[in-house]
């Protein structure tokens, strides 16, 4: 085999998939005759960036109103970003749309442009401009803003939130508002020296250094942040030639995307929450000490070109602005399903249904991943780099007899416990051996202090608990049984087949863990139990008496074929009902 010669240090294969020329070039007589307008209530998002070309034949039909906030230029977009970052927003997989040539509008966009001619912003006036923008936008409606910016002069260096991190987490509590944004982006850095010959060769452990930290306003605690992976290796020229290699990528589907930065948040909180495919980088292979270089955009993700007249309908792109929108997508028809949702609700919901792909997880070897998480307060680096994972949309809107999702808003004041008992089903409890999942979030915003190590005003966390009655569960709250009844705590028997723990889930404001079991017993009930606490001596002037939540909980029998789960927990939830009427 070629890899046992002496002289071979490496083996690599060819690049595997990509977006070609013909894709890109698509003819605009072959888009649809009407691309229809969304319904008159379908979901309003805002996208906040370079202004947007409202014209473009796949775009102006969801455009509702353009508004510039940048001094002496207009609301279009002369950088190209924005209407790349708002075809994604409003379509989603441009690729799959574009293959099946399946163009259906499902929410309206709102052009804000705060990014000048250059794709820049006024360090200085930014935050202004971000809170005249979302007073403006919110009044016509917008409840989900896509925000693909940062500030790389501005990492995050593990002590205070400030600047437009902190301005979007207050914004984000005072109007109900989803706010969806970048990790940013890295490109290299002088000092110390990345990469210093070759990204694909030093791909992935640079991702993980303290140049590489997420920048404002990515560390926020009540948006969702979105980080990216790759999707495709091969660049346009590679897909023309495909025995003349000029260029190899340096991730592979599905890993962290090269540019892709890390997290976490204050006092260790996830971030980034998410992770969409956001492109690749690829390095020449023709000529020695070149391969630093990376090429632009390709190969990156479909979205459109903001100057197509005379030239391509679509463009390729690749960087964290573009994973963004693709949550910014979900969020927003997840909107159009639960109208009433609140924004806690939106990001519990984003959460529960996401995974780590493995591609992430077996990027680092074992021994790496133990020193980092033993040097890190126990966060693997996957948890840093794509924090709760790729968004799975299977189950994300309705549920089926083998997946149920389970839906609570609510409030709760300090120190105090509310108590979920979830409406399992005997057949979901048997002991018979197959694989059941519990899948549990919790999403609140907190009044924040920018001056406060502390910095949420109160916190919101979950456990999951089993015990043989409520009475005995709540016992175990109880702080003057809590010793005796210590047995009880977050689900003691299965933490081995649990994802996140609970001490690292509880640092933020959206928190989800996944258990996994093989046995059951119908002889236990399971609990979901939610606690409050502020901040001693400052939480309780900032918080509210009774501050707002939202729980989703999915419940999941995937390996049994004769599930009548979604059945099953409807009856119960029924009974339950009239038994609280009849009270």
């Known amino acids: 085999a070629i890899h046992n010669h002496s002289d071979v240090r490496l083996v690599d294969l060819p690049p595997q998939t990509g977006i070609n020329y013909q894709t890109i070039n698509k003819d605009i007589n072959q888009l649809p005759d009407e691309i229809p307008s969304p319904s008159a209530n379908a979901p309003k998002v805002c996208i906040l960036d370079s202004g947007i070309n409202t014209n473009h034949p796949l775009l102006k039909s969801a455009i509702a109103e353009s508004a510039s906030f940048v001094d002496g230029e207009d609301e279009f977009d002369a950088a190209g970003h924005g209407t790349q970052v708002a075809g994604i927003a409003l379509y989603g997989n441009i690729e799959e749309c574009n293959a099946s040539n399946y163009w259906v509008p499902q929410s309206w966009i709102f052009n804000g442009k705060i990014l000048n001619r250059d794709c820049e912003f006024d360090i200085n006036t930014i935050e202004s401009t971000i809170i005249s923008a979302v007073e403006h936008f919110t009044e016509l409606g917008c409840r989900i803003f896509n925000l693909s910016i940062g500030n790389e ?226 966060r693997e680096p996957h948890i840093d780099l794509a924090g709760y994972g790729l968004v799975n949309e299977e189950n994300l809107y309705r549920s089926d007899e083998n997946t149920v999702l389970l839906m609570s808003e609510d409030s709760i004041a300090n120190d105090n416990y509310q108590f979920y008992e979830l409406p399992l089903p005997e057949e979901f409890l048997r002991r018979k051996k197959s694989t059941r999942e519990l899948r549990v979030s919790l999403s609140y915003s907190p009044a924040v202090r920018t001056t406060r190590l502390d910095y949420r005003a109160t916190k919101i966390l979950f456990n999951l608990v089993k015990g043989r009655s409520l009475d005995e569960v709540q016992k175990h709250f109880h702080k003057k049984h809590q010793k005796e009844n210590d047995k009880l705590s977050d689900t003691i028997s299965s933490k081995s087949n649990r994802t996140i723990s609970s001490s690292l889930r509880s640092k933020g404001t959206v928190q989800c863990s996944t258990w996994n079991f093989k046995k059951l017993s119908p002889d236990f009930k399971w609990f979901v139990v939610v606690t409050r606490q502020d901040a001693t001596n400052w939480g309780d002037a900032l918080s509210s008496e009774l501050e707002r939540y939202a729980l989703v909980v999915t419940v999941a029998d995937r390996e049994n074929e004769e599930a009548q789960l979604y059945t099953q927990i409807s009856q119960r939830i029924d009974l339950r009902s009239k038994a609280r009427a009849k009270v």
């Not at 070759?198 to 930290?213: A, C, I, Q």
Request: glycine share 8%; aromatic share 10%; with cysteine.
């Open 153 to 378: 002069n501005s990492p995050y260096d593990g002590k205070h939130i400030r600047g437009l991190a902190y301005t979007l987490d207050t914004l984000s509590r005072k109007y109900d508002i989803l706010f969806i944004v970048s990790v940013g982006n890295f490109r290299g850095s002088e000092e110390p020296l990345i990469p210093k010959d070759s990204w694909r060769e030093e791909y992935p452990e640079y991702l993980l250094g303290e140049h590489n930290r997420i920048i404002d306003p990515a560390p926020a605690l009540n948006v969702l942040t979105v980080g990216s992976l790759a999707l495709h290796d091969a660049t346009k020229g590679d897909l023309q030639r495909p025995d003349d290699i000029e260029h190899l990528s340096a991730a592979r589907a599905n890993q962290p995307s090269p540019f892709t930065r890390h997290g976490p948040s204050i006092k260790g909180a996830i971030k980034p929450e998410l992770v969409a495919h956001g492109g690749n980088f690829a390095s020449p292979m023709r000529f020695e000490g070149k391969q630093w270089q990376f090429k632009n955009d390709d190969p990156g993700i479909l979205s459109l070109n903001a100057n197509f007249f005379g030239n391509t309908l679509f463009s390729v792109c690749h960087g964290t602005s573009f994973s963004t929108p693709y949550i910014t997508h979900l969020a927003s028809r997840l909107l159009s399903f639960y109208p009433t949702a609140s924004a806690n609700m939106l990001r519990a919901m984003l959460v529960n249904h996401a995974a780590v792909p493995e591609e992430c997880k077996t990027i680092f070897s074992d021994i790496h991943s133990k020193e980092y998480a033993k040097a890190n307060g126990r």
